[in-house]
């Protein structure tokens, strides 16, 4: 049946093993740590636990600089301690997906290393070389200010060797058979270890030609049918959630419009409008984008997040727009990075503010997709702004005000612990939330449980309604016969609305509170939306509890 489609309706949570939950006391977190947490992840009602690359690296870019795909950092455990890890995630019924990083290797990776020692390695073909420095070498560098080239000359090798990302990056010749089979291999290795499938980094990079002198590299797409029809033949319900920041018209040839390609996108359009709606108190790009991201097929969903493990990144808005971003949520030439985003976490980039931290919780959760969150946003972590680049956001998990956050007994945890200041762990930590009814936490909590009931979002089709208020966004969701809606109030100022909700007079049944609606004798509802509200709606009652029988 359709609905076995597990990815449809999940709730993403994403970790970093390094900075979760330390076991053992030597100040980096590990697989006992992270399974020992099982139960809290549980309880906040996540189905699908998102891993951010754990196997050996020389840690030069957190982890998605692998030098071996079979393995794990020993840092963090053992590969018995991961299928531990995996079997305790299934008890409680929650899946696994891991970071498939292989649009490049780490440059200490055995295979890189034979390909620059010897032009007759077999693994020399498997990354990609010029002898000559390309003209476009000063091109299309992902980190720029960080990253000077793309590529970057071996003096091992004597050639010049193409990175997408940093010069210790060096890119996988993906076009290669030999490097298909073996990016085929890694994940049936790991399904066979538990896991449902992989979130693939720079997933148009990887499909991507690689060479010197392409000037307009054509996109490999038919590669995408070869990952999916695999890992379905090892595993039915595996999946791959690609990391591709593309237009909206290119997203069908990610997806396949016969579902044969990948099952999962981040909706990075979709993301990037979002905050401009937020800055600008206007509905307007928000709803724009959802309609351009709409129609996906049946079998494929969106993932939605907030904010990520990298800068939140704006580059696909009008320069003005963007500006109008960073004003409001990263004013500080220290809260922006590589000219195009915003390296904050969420709770600082909204002041810490509770209401609008719960709006924008809300938009997540009530957005066509599934959620993806953020290790830590549930409990509205802070950045250190001291660290470099990115790291700023990957501060470890604030457990409790024990020292350290209680992430770990060592004195010297891999990284620093947010200590001081409101966001500080004695004053934000996960135990102090759980005990405290109100909390982001526990709301957080209840948001989830509610949300799993509404599964319209997931696979209903989506209406906008018009309010006639800029600040209002009202979405209607419609699934078999059963209708739900949510509004939202993006602006700091109350606002009444009147509207119609397009199912004439059907009353609306309020799921988080007591502000049920009746309409007046025209069908049309009034609201009272205070700021930074929202109302989740069930249209006509509860009698859906009845009728989604037939599910
Ligand atoms: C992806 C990751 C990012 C990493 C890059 C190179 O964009 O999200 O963190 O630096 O790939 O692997």
Request: contains cysteine.
């Amino acid at each position: 049946m359709i609905e076995d489609l597990w990815y449809k309706n999940a709730v993403f949570y994403c970790v970093s093993v390094e900075t979760f939950m330390d076991s053992n006391g030597d100040g980096v977190g590990d697989f006992e740590g992270l399974t020992r947490r099982l139960d809290y992840l549980h309880g906040l009602g996540v189905t699908a636990i998102w891993l951010m690359p754990f196997q050996p690296s020389p840690g030069k870019d957190d982890g998605y600089d692998v030098s071996d795909h079979y393995g794990i950092d020993p840092r963090y455990g053992t590969l018995g301690d991961f299928v531990e890890f995996a079997h305790g995630a299934k008890q409680r019924g929650m899946r696994v997906i891991i970071d498939l990083v292989v649009n490049h290797t780490s440059d200490q990776h055995p295979w890189f290393q034979s390909a620059r020692l010897d032009p007759k390695s077999p693994y020399r073909d498997w990354y990609v070389w010029s002898k000559t420095k390309p003209k476009d070498a000063d091109e299309g560098m992902i980190f720029p200010g960080v990253q000077v080239t793309t590529w970057t000359k071996d003096a091992k090798a004597g050639a010049y060797y193409f990175h997408r990302f940093y010069d210790h990056q060096p890119d996988l010749n993906t076009a290669n058979p030999h490097v298909q089979a073996e990016i085929l291999k890694i994940m049936g290795f790991w399904l066979e270890l538990g896991v449902s499938g992989f979130r693939m980094d720079a997933v148009p990079f990887v499909i991507a030609e690689k060479g010197a002198g392409i000037e307009k590299p054509k996109q490999q797409f038919q590669m995408l049918r070869l990952f999916r029809q695999f890992i379905q033949w090892r595993r039915g319900d595996s999946i791959v959630l690609a990391e591709a920041n593309v237009a909206p018209e290119e997203t069908i040839n990610y997806v396949g419009d016969d579902s044969d390609r990948l099952q999962m996108m981040f909706n990075f359009h979709v993301n990037q409008n979002l905050f401009l709606a937020m800055a600008t108190e206007r509905t307007e790009p928000l709803v724009k984008a959802l309609m351009e991201t709409r129609g996906l097929p049946d079998t494929a969903q969106w993932g939605l997040h907030l904010r990520n493990h990298d800068e939140l990144d704006l580059g696909r808005l009008a320069p003005e727009d963007r500006d109008k971003v960073f004003a409001a949520f990263g004013p500080e030439e220290t809260h922006q990075l590589y000219h195009r985003g915003i390296r904050r976490r969420l709770a600082p980039m909204l002041d810490g503010d509770e209401r609008r931290l719960k709006l924008a919780y809300s938009l997540l959760f009530t957005l066509p997709g599934v959620p993806v969150i953020r290790y830590g946003d549930e409990i509205g972590m802070g950045d250190d702004l001291s660290l470099p680049e990115r790291y700023c956001a990957r501060t470890p998990m604030q457990w409790s005000d024990e020292p350290h956050g209680g992430f770990t007994k060592s004195d010297t945890p891999v990284m620093p612990v947010i200590t001081d200041g409101p966001y500080g762990y004695p004053h934000l930590n996960a135990a102090y939330q759980r005990r405290n009814a109100d909390s982001l936490l526990n709301w957080l909590e209840r948001m989830i449980r509610m949300r799993k009931e509404i599964p319209e979002v997931a696979w209903g089709d989506l209406v906008p309604v018009d309010t006639g208020a800029e600040a209002i966004l009202a979405l209607r969701y419609d699934w078999r016969g059963n209708s739900v809606l949510f509004l939202h109030n993006l602006s700091a100022k109350p606002c009444e609305v009147h509207f119609r909700t397009g199912l004439d007079d059907k009353p609306l049944v309020d799921l988080l509170g007591h502000d049920h609606r009746k309409p007046d004798d025209g069908n049309t509802f009034s609201v009272l939306m205070e700021p930074y509200g929202l109302r989740w709606y069930r249209v006509g009652g509860l009698d859906y509890l009845l009728t989604r029988s037939e599910i």
